[in-house]
């Protein structure tokens, strides 16, 4: 442990760098950072979408670079299970944001979060098949490739399926909406009402307000209190779930290998059940 704090120590013109993982009290330092350095992302909201709200977020894997005690770099990683054939799914690690205040840079902190993350225990005890990112090709030579050892491979989209798309999802509730007030549906719509929020992984956060005169969505901040339901998981499970042939035994599936999490309000239960052929038909339809 001391060899490893030694060695994670670096003289930044006459300051130390200190390489650490995140701890909770440095969630506005690092916020505040990955949102001034990747601004032209979702308006802002980027620490909530790629961070906190991803069900994968895993705070160990979020390594912060300080000098005198001023959070100035970080780097995120994240769990995956990565599919490489049809049958074929291993665990895996996205090496995703790697970012230092544009003053600190060229001095090594970037490659020094890079190697901070790589040696964990953590990633290391969970045996991965692979370390993958997706980088602008100077910045791997350049940066990734001698920094941690990253190979540079070919890359080619074989296929493209659009897993979800809330503009897609916005617009189905639309028709809906259409069919129930038009009065043609015939099918029963929960009477007490009911919130579920979505939160799946790679998207932001949405929730689905079912009322009996239609339904209705909300995307502002803080959702999590007001909701009844909360599903969560990953883009991928939601994926096998539409494709499959029996979809709400798919479902049960994900939900009892807990690839897919849902907490319900009890008083809610039934009126779930009532509501799930609405979600089928929202999200069941083509994405792209
Ligand atoms: C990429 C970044 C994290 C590098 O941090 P850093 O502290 O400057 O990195 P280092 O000092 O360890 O640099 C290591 C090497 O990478 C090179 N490098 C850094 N940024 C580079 C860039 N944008 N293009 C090409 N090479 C780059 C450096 O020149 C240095 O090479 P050298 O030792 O031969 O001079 C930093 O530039 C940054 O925050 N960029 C904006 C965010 C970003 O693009 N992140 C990567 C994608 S998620």
Redesign the pocket.
Known sequence: MAFRRLWLRRVLMNKEFLCRVFRKDDENAVKQLVES?FSGFLEGKYWNWKYKENPYFDSRLVAVAEVNGEIV?CNHWLFRDLKFSGSVVDKAVLAA????RPY????????SLLQFLRSSNIVKSRNVALIYMF?DL??AK??HT??AGYVLVPDGTVQYTKVLNWKKVKQNIDLLNDEMRSGNLGRKVPKRGLKVLFKMSAAPPLCIHVKEDGLAVDESENLDGNADVVVSGDLSVLNRIKMAKRRRWSFLKALLTGKIKVKVRLSKLFSVFDALWIFEEVFGKKMT
């Open positions: 350095i770099g944001d790697v970012a230092v600190y840079r060229g001095k090594g902190l970037g490659s980088a100077e910045l350049k940066f001698p920094a």
